[in-house]
């Protein structure tokens, strides 16, 4: 069974920084793309980050800059390092995993078969 637990969030103050941790398991066919998701109150669910299996990247306009998505195979982890947070940064972030190969962005909801839980991320003013 698929699992992914992200890890990181908590309280922080404006123009400070987090860092998230995404671990997944089991492993069984050719990760595509993973990426980070985030669902702030009373709005949908929207990509902040992915990275495709050959390590590409893209990010959402707004984080740009800010935020960066990385991760260690090895591992089985994922990771985003948030700086310069502001109250819009507040949110549930998730991470998402896709097995299923598309040429455009991996940034719909759909394209990704498994999500975690959901970390919570407070930016206070």
């Known amino acids: 069974q698929v699992q992914l637990t992200e890890s990181g969030g908590g309280v922080v103050q404006s123009g400070g920084s987090l860092r998230l941790s995404c671990v997944h398991s089991?492993?069984?066919?050719?990760?595509?793309?993973m990426g980070w998701f985030r669902r702030a109150p009373g709005k949908q669910r929207t990509l902040v980050a992915a990275?495709?299996?050959?390590?590409?990247?893209n990010y959402a306009e707004s984080m740009k800059g800010r935020f960066t998505i990385s991760r260690d195979n090895a591992k089985n982890t994922l990771y985003l390092q948030m700086n310069s947070l502001t109250s819009e940064d507040s949110a549930v972030y998730f991470c998402?995993?896709?097995?299923?190969?598309?040429?455009?962005?991996?940034?719909?909801?759909?394209?990704?078969?498994?999500w975690g839980q959901g970390t919570q991320v407070i930016v206070s003013a």
């Open positions: 990275v495709r299996r050959d390590g590409s990247e």
């Open positions: 998402a995993r896709s097995e299923e190969y598309y040429s455009a962005w991996y940034g719909p909801v759909p394209y990704y078969e498994y």
């Open positions: 089991a492993i069984r066919f050719p990760i595509n793309a």
